[in-house]
């Protein structure tokens, strides 16, 4: 079993900066592709980014392009994720996400991972 735990979570005003982290236990860290994803209160969980397994391969959603950044160390089973220039509709749980089987590809739904953190809370003041 995979246990997926998050940290780096806070309050920032709008324009700041955090960095996420997602630390991995229980199977291969390289074995895993991951993802983040976002839930504000009332709304559905959505993707943020991607990331496949040796950390060549990317994809974000339109709303964090340019803003935020995914990256993983996989000597550390550590996946990250750098947000700058945070907005206010940036607000939400924050959830890392991964799974084992199957090629990589921007999986965009939820269903699709295997494997999921207990989340982190993530709120921008404007």
């Known amino acids: 079993q995979v246990q997926l735990v998050e940290s780096g979570g806070g309050s920032v005003q709008a324009g700041g900066s955090l960095r996420l982290s997602c630390a991995a236990s229980?199977?291969?860290?390289?074995?895993?592709?991951m993802g983040w994803f976002r839930q504000a209160p009332g709304k559905e969980r959505t993707l943020v980014t991607t990331?496949?397994?040796?950390?060549?391969?990317?994809s974000y959603a339109d709303s964090v392009k340019g803003r935020f950044t995914i990256s993983r160390d996989n000597a550390k089973n550590t996946m990250y994720l750098q947000m700058n220039s945070l907005k206010p509709e940036d607000t939400a749980i924050y959830y890392c996400a991964a799974y084992a089987r199957g090629y990589y590809y921007a999986r965009r739904t939820p269903d699709e991972y295997e494997y999921w953190g207990q989340g982190t809370q993530v709120t921008v003041s404007a």
């Open positions: 229980g199977r291969l860290f390289s074995s895993l592709a």
């Open positions: 990331i496949n397994r040796n950390g060549d391969r990317t």
